[in-house]
């Protein structure tokens, strides 16, 4: 649009793609738009917004991605969107000029039912019949020339992976939506159109407008209410009572809704195809169903899965581990190159600190998210994704969910950003909101730092059975304590607050191929620079706002007069090189960096952070934490593992220290009460901030992500709160029984 | 009998979907209407899901779906 504007000669068209799941839909939008894509949220709802466009002779077109579906009648407010679009109902949208409809050509007669609701809203319609490699190999062929004679509409055999036959699909797009055709429209028997057409004229009598017939026709077949309940214009009580009397004459005349919708479809597919599909083997057997038998397996098929999964851990660890590395070193390099070309000051601090920080913050889970995105997509590609939830149904069943809820909640255990990301499978908007939910109680790898830096420190090895050691048994523990947690929620939020019918699991298990590379990095590409986008400016403020508590009022005359003096001497006696031999000048430079790192702390605990630590003692004290504990915990609140840094520079460690630091270990295990003087860490404090951070939110971008995916801040607040107060507890109750058991 | 009932290999034609509902329309959007066949291939590894073969291609159904369909078995 942007192009057709400054040019002002190009006509730009608006075009809706549509298809059935698992028809290679993104495959040719890809194919069609390359990377000229716009991801976005339909207001109100979970459903994501993909736009895209590209130039075909003096034509501009842009091509709107709709959900795949498998029909057009509406059921749930995420399903309505499809149909708002192609109706032209949709704010901010343009209402499209014509739909392009991708069809599977080894799977006709079911994809034929879409295509034939697609007709009869009246728009040009191409249908783009793909995957003719596949029936060909099945011994299917088809006639798509005669189809297109008895459909009326063009049909454009394809090959979107190998990027066959785009040329002609881009023709007959661009020259099919010059005015309307009349298309082959199922026939429905003449009782139900005569009911349609009464029922469209009553609902204009009251309205005073003309509703398209399309949904009058949809508002009868709507057997679950959802339509009827959803405010269409033009639907009041009168119209109810007319409803109920037009499906009772309908029931008697031998043609009772909703049945008589797929009866009639499916009949109409069976004339259309008449002639045009023919199979040359008559073999039931494909050598995609041998694999599947093998991948379903009792035996085999859950110890491929298993191992599948196993598998893509180690992946994240191998190649996220080590990027996180290279993150690490160039973000200490890029501090120091800035630190060292500032002065000493607030915007050294805020850059190094601040910026630097946050950014690091947000870039440190992108090598997860990528190799995560990457095994994801590749499952997705290959057909296995809905061989996973038919595996883990059954179990998933148990605590209220859907087979295909594992997955995400599985890659949670790495990360609970691509997780609640890859919740986007799931059709069921409370199931989907569920498992978004919970996905962050999961033990994520950002608490592995904090656990370490706790359980080494404080945890004493002991070992039983020469097997079982009690550190790895506390560890497990803080990985169970996440994930029971999380079923319990689950099943409790199913309960209550998303309480509804169960929904069905009537998934499609499509054929196994090979999958499709540019798919995958370009999925894998887009939700990873999706993230960054959308995580980053939010989590960059947070963290620039955490930085500006933790440095400011800054004021020097907070800092003991003697420490100050001390240091200017150090300083002069280092700077007047001469007359220092090599050990005096070692002890001193020793000397300094001690003291700098004690006037660092001394800034951090007289700042407002430092100041709202202190207030919150008081709250945090049943916890077993003295303030400086509450500030770190406050500090991390943009991201957990930054914990592990604050605990540093409150403990006069500098800003330089990870789990691993000995100094830290020991600087924890001799903190004190400043009142009592008593050792402030034990096992019961430990133990109490290990389960903090097990149910705590305390992750930006996992909230920030939560209220993209879900159109609202609602359900990230709702989460944010819910969590911190189940640590809360978690936290009090494990320090009070560690302490009542004498720990 | 209802297609909850089929034994793994078992073909048989659709007489009716019961129900009104979203999950019974669903049903007969996937492409099961009278007369359809169908042919159970597979369960999971915990007897549910199931897996049919319906107009050339696989669906899975929980047993509690599949109960909606009225069969003859042939």
Not at chain 1, 358 to 364: A, E, I, N, T
Not at chain 1, 695 to 715: D, F, I, K, P, Y
Request: glycine share 8%.
């Amino acid at each position: 649009m942007v192009q057709a504007a400054r040019s002002g000669s190009i006509d730009t068209v608006t075009i809706a793609l549509i298809g059935n799941p698992n028809t290679g839909k993104s495959t040719l939008f890809s194919a069609l738009c390359g990377v000229h894509q716009h991801t976005g949220n339909y207001p109100g709802v979970t459903v994501e917004r993909k736009t895209g466009d590209f130039r075909w002779g003096d034509r501009s077109i842009e091509l709107i991605d709709l959900p795949g579906t498998y029909s057009l009648a509406p059921r749930s407010p995420d399903e309505m969107i499809t149909v708002d679009v192609l109706l032209g109902r949709q704010k901010g949208t343009a209402p499209p000029r014509s739909v392009l409809c991708i069809v599977d050509a080894s799977n006709l007669e079911r994809n034929l039912y879409l295509v034939s609701q697609v007709l009869e809203l009246g728009l040009p319609t191409v249908v783009a019949l793909n995957m003719m490699d596949v029936a060909a190999a099945r011994g299917i062929t088809i006639d798509a020339g005669e189809l297109a004679r008895r459909l009326r509409i063009p049909v454009v055999p394809i090959q979107a992976n190998r990027r066959r036959g785009l040329d002609d699909l881009k023709t007959a797009l661009a020259s099919g939506t010059r005015g309307l055709v009349e298309h082959s429209v199922p026939a429905f028997p003449a009782p139900f159109e005569q009911a349609v057409t009464e029922l469209a004229s009553r609902s204009a009598a009251i309205s005073g407008q003309e509703p398209p017939r399309f949904l009058v026709q949809r508002l009868l077949l709507d057997t679950t209410v959802y339509l009827s309940e959803s405010g269409m214009p033009g639907i009041n009580g009168v119209l109810a009572n007319d409803l109920q009397q037009a499906r009772e004459r309908l029931a008697t005349a031998g043609c009772a809704v909703p049945g008589v919708e797929a009866i009639s479809r499916y009949n109409w597919v069976g004339e259309v195809l008449k002639g045009v599909v023919s199979r040359s083997n008559e073999s039931r057997v494909t050598a995609s169903d041998r694999i599947d038998r093998l991948l379903t397996h009792r035996y085999y098929g859950t110890a491929f899965f298993v191992a599948t999964m196993a598998l893509m851990f180690q992946l994240v660890y191998l190649i996220a581990e080590p990027a996180n590395g290279l993150l690490d070193a160039a973000k200490s390099w890029l501090a120091s190159v800035v630190g060292g070309m500032l002065a000493e000051g607030p915007l050294r601090s805020l850059l190094v600190t601040g910026v630097i920080e946050g950014v690091g913050s947000v870039l440190v889970f992108l090598p997860q998210i990528f190799v995560l995105f990457f095994c994801i997509a590749v499952l997705e590609d290959c057909g296995y994704m809905a061989r996973a939830a038919y595996l883990m149904d059954r179990l998933m069943f148990r605590i209220g969910l859907n087979g295909k809820s594992f997955i995400p909640l599985l890659s949670s255990f790495a990360c609970a950003i691509p997780g609640i990301m890859a919740t986007r499978v799931i059709e069921n908007r409370r199931d989907r909101l569920v498992t978004m939910l919970v996905a962050p109680l999961m033990s994520c790898s950002a608490r592995m730092p904090i656990y370490s830096l706790l359980i080494a420190t404080f945890i004493p090895e002991r070992v039983w059975l020469r097997v079982f050691g009690l550190r790895g048994l506390v560890w497990f523990a803080a990985y169970a304590v996440g994930s029971c947690t999380a079923i319990v929620v689950a099943m409790l939020l199913k309960r209550t607050l998303l309480r509804g019918d169960t929904p069905p699991f009537v998934m499609e298990l499509p054929s196994y191929k090979y999958p499709e590379w540019r798919v995958v990095l370009l999925r894998m590409g887009q939700r990873g620079w999706e993230f960054v986008r959308r995580a980053g400016t939010l989590i960059l403020a947070v963290s620039i706002l955490v930085w500006a508590a933790a440095y400011y009022p800054h004021r020097e005359s907070d800092i003991p007069g003697e420490w100050r003096a001390r240091h200017a001497q150090i300083q002069a006696a280092l700077d007047d090189a001469s007359g220092l031999s090599e050990t005096d000048r070692a002890a001193f430079s020793e000397e300094l960096s001690h003291l700098d790192r004690q006037i660092q702390g001394e800034y951090l605990r007289r700042s407002w952070l430092g100041m709202a630590g202190r207030g919150l003692e008081p709250f945090v004290k049943p916890l077993g934490w003295d303030w400086r504990i509450g500030c770190a915990v406050v500090a991390s609140f943009p991201a957990r593992e930054v914990v592990v840094a604050t605990l540093g520079v409150i403990y006069n460690l500098g800003t330089e220290t990870s789990d691993q630091d000995e100094q830290l270990h020991a600087a924890l295990r001799n903190a004190t009460w400043e009142d009592s003087g008593k050792p402030v860490f034990g096992i019961p404090v430990a133990l109490s901030l290990i389960v903090f951070f097990a149910l705590c939110a305390q992750c930006g971008s996992t909230l920030v992500v939560m209220r993209r995916e879900t159109g609202s801040w609602r359900w990230p607040i709702f989460t944010f709160t819910y969590m911190t107060s189940l640590a809360y507890f978690g936290a009090f109750l494990s320090y009070q029984i560690a302490c009542w058991c004498g720990w | 009998m209802n297609a909850g009932e089929m034994s793994v290999g078992e073909q048989a034609s659709v007489v009716r979907v019961t129900g009104d509902d979203a999950i019974s329309c669903r049903l007969m959007e996937m492409g099961i209407v009278p007369a359809t066949e169908l042919e159970l291939i597979g369960m999971a590894p915990w007897g549910d899901p199931l897996e049919f073969a319906i107009r050339g291609y696989r669906l899975s159904l929980r047993r509690a779906e599949a109960a909606r369909i009225e069969i003859v078995a042939k």
